[in-house]
């Protein structure tokens, strides 16, 4: 029964993540906060390897943890921040960046001899009407000087996070998921701290809202998170991840609207409810074949 429910659990977390990054964003910039996210995540996966007798990666694998964490910690997270930094609201930042199954879904098919089936097709439709609806719908921008901008950070993020996913399936299989994580944190903080030292003021409002927004993004996201992951790949729950992943969005709208008041209209609420179906829809069969051989899960990673 416990096991069941840990799926969902591990959605309402992932949701979570982006209320951090605002609540986040309101003491510190982007790149700043996120370099004192990865930091702490180090910090504390150092500990995690010790204490449960975990490998940091070596060698080659090293390098594939690494250029993970550039693409998913790096891209994907930098991209979220800076799109909520530049006004987006938190929700539609989730709904643009939960496409990722869908986007992964369109690649595989698009360079392997998969085939989309009709209620594939019918949830890319469904997540292109979606899209347009919460779009045109009135809702509500934190700032809306840089709309386009934010966009363009969100669409870093869903590329980031596309390929990242891809790579690791690719390149990090077998390798410790504890230590690799470790190594992802340290290669996106390589890239935050430059960005933070050449673009921003690194000035940090140290609130007790804001420290105990960074103990829920690093305790609770980068370590509960991903130790339920760890314990549904070793359950073989695994795949329950990406049968619920299509609720992320409606789930981070919900708590947006409870948190920040974030509001959107009839459309936007259809839009949000199509766009979870969507998703649904195109990832319900999660496997797709890579060649001949390998097998490819479309699902999350971790935050």
């Known amino acids: ?6 799926p969902f659990v591990f959605v309402l977390l992932w949701a979570s993540g982006f209320i951090g990054a ?9 790149a700043t906060l996120l370099t004192i996210r990865m930091v702490s995540n180090v910090g504390f996966f150092l500990l995690l390897v010790v204490l449960l007798k975990r490998k940091i990666p070596r060698g080659i694998e090293f390098f594939h943890s690494f250029v993970v964490g550039m693409l998913i910690h790096g891209f994907y997270l930098g991209g979220s921040y800076l799109a909520i930094g530049w006004g987006m609201p938190a929700g539609l930042s989730s709904l643009l960046v939960g496409l990722q199954p869908i986007l992964t879904a369109l690649l595989i098919v698009g360079f392997t001899v998969e085939r989309f089936k009709f209620s594939q097709w019918l949830g890319l439709a469904l997540g292109f009407i979606g899209i347009c609806l919460v779009l045109i719908g009135d809702i ?12 363009g ?24 998921m504890v230590g690799s994580a470790l190594v992802q944190y340290l290669a996106a903080g390589m890239l935050f701290l430059p960005a933070a030292l050449q673009y921003e003021t690194m000035q940090v409002q140290w609130t007790m809202e804001f420290i105990l ?9 980068s370590c509960v998170a991903i130790l339920l992951l760890l314990y549904m790949v070793e359950n073989g729950a695994a795949s329950s991840v990406a049968s619920v992943f299509y609720m992320v969005p409606p789930v981070t709208a919900i708590q947006a609207w409870l948190m920040f008041g974030e509001s959107f209209d009839a459309l936007g609420a259809l839009g949000f409810c199509l766009a979870a179906i969507a998703v649904y829809l195109v990832v319900k069969n999660p496997q797709f074949r890579l060649g001949k051989k390998e097998v490819v899960h479309v699902k999350v990673s971790q935050q």
Request: with cysteine.
């Open 153 to 176: 950070a969100c669409m870093l993020a869903l590329v980031g996070i596309t390929f990242g996913t891809l790579y690791q399936k690719r390149y990090c299989k077998g390798v410790d």
């Open 22 to 30: 605002r609540l986040g964003l309101e003491y510190a910039e982007p």
């Open 140 to 151: 509500e921008w934190q700032n809306d000087d840089h709309k386009l901008i934010a966009f």
């Open 213 to 221: 927004t960074m103990v829920w993004l690093v305790v609770v996201l």
């Open 1 to 6: 029964m416990i096991l069941k429910l840990i």
